[in-house]
């Protein structure tokens, strides 16, 4: 078992561009969730999918946006990058009840210059 | 708001010697709770929850965590730390407001020393 993949592991960007980044889940997993993790600080939540559908959605701009495929890996997209958006991008897998553990992919690093 | 408090940026400990990583929340509800571990360079990795049932949950590596509900707290425990154990470690909760998102601490770092 492969566990969560995330892809790339480490990518540079420069402010106003549009960056993807993707997830592949757990086997069996089908709830996909992105963490944003600046430096120093516990991750924040994103949003999470489930059935291809944004199921819930945290405090960041409509920058952030995201997408699950029918084999319930997903993609990160962040338009317009900000200096500010630097940060380690985690995608978590789970099973769609909340009481189950989320299971945690390397993470990507995304820097913006 | 909603949120979780580690109250120290960093714990040392020897080597043999029992750990403690205090974490205390502050939702509505009876949440749910979690405690994960940050290497270098890695994502995170679960080490133990509770969700409902007797306090004191047992997890991975030896760890084992302590649930409070009158204090609030759900403190992460280890009986002999071993130099590996250092990291930094992160306290999570899913509130029960029909919230799926994990809220996390800001994290303590661990330090062992030999």
């Known amino acids: 078992d492969a566990g969560v993949t995330q892809s790339p592991t480490h990518l540079i960007k420069t402010r106003g561009q549009q960056v993807t980044l993707r997830c592949s889940p757990k086997?069996?997993?089908?709830?996909v969730s992105w963490y944003q993790q600046a430096l120093g600080q516990g991750p924040q939540f994103i949003f999470q999918?489930?059935?291809?559908?944004?199921?819930q959605r945290g405090n960041f701009p409509d920058r952030f946006s995201g997408h699950q495929f029918p084999n319930y890996s997903s993609e990160l997209n962040v338009n317009a990058l900000l200096l500010g958006d630097s940060a380690l991008y985690l995608c978590a897998s789970s099973y769609v009840t909340e009481n189950t553990e989320a299971f945690f992919g390397q993470g990507t690093r995304l820097t913006v210059v | 708001a909603q949120s979780v408090a580690q109250p120290e940026d960093q714990v040392n400990v020897a080597e043999g010697n029992p750990l403690t990583v205090k974490c205390t929340y502050s939702v509505s509800g009876n949440p749910y709770l979690f405690w994960y571990v940050q290497y270098p360079n890695r994502g995170l990795q679960f080490l133990l929850k509770?969700?409902?049932?007797?306090?004191l949950v047992k997890g991975s590596y030896g760890f084992e965590a302590e649930f409070n509900k009158s204090q609030t707290s759900f403190h992460l425990k280890k009986p002999s730390a071993l130099v590996s154990d250092s990291a930094l470690y992160f306290c999570a909760v899913i509130p029960m407001d029909s919230s799926y998102k994990l809220i996390f601490g800001s994290g303590t770092r661990l330090l062992v020393r030999p």
């Open positions: 509770y969700i409902t049932g007797d306090n």
């Open positions: 999918y489930y059935e291809e559908e944004e199921r």
């Open positions: 086997s069996g997993h089908d709830t």
